[in-house]
């Protein structure tokens, strides 16, 4: 049974941090991407970061760039998303992704964690 478990959302002032991480099980966790979408109230699921197996290759949405940033632990099984400056519209749930592709790109599977919610006050 596949399960990504995250940890470390919760309420911060504007320009504070957080940083969340994530647990996966039931996995092969070094062949998968894994990464963090986040969904706003009345909005659609959207990319925030991901990293490739063996943190090879970061991705970052333009508007988290420099604020951000994601690793992982290849042995124990976790993924991090360190998040600095944070604004009022960085405000939702931020959920775990995984998701692994075969040699020629194509998905092979994913999954999401339950998500933590990340509250940023002004």
């Known amino acids: 049974q596949v399960q990504l478990v995250e940890s470390g959302g919760g309420l911060v002032q504007v320009g504070g941090s957080l940083n969340l991480s994530c647990v996966a099980s039931g996995i092969r966790f070094s062949l998968h991407d894994m990464g963090w979408y986040r969904q706003a109230p009345g909005k659609e699921r959207e990319l925030v970061a991901f990293?490739?197996?063996?943190?090879?290759?970061?991705y970052f949405d333009s508007s988290m760039r420099g604020r951000f940033a994601i690793s992982r632990d290849d042995v124990k099984n976790t993924v991090s998303l360190q998040m600095n400056r944070l604004k009022p519209e960085d405000t939702a749930v931020y959920y775990c992704h995984a998701a692994e592709f075969s040699p020629a790109g194509v998905l092979r599977n994913e999954y999401y964690g339950r998500g933590t919610q990340v509250t940023v006050s002004s």
């Open positions: 990293t490739t197996p063996e943190g090879r290759e970061n």
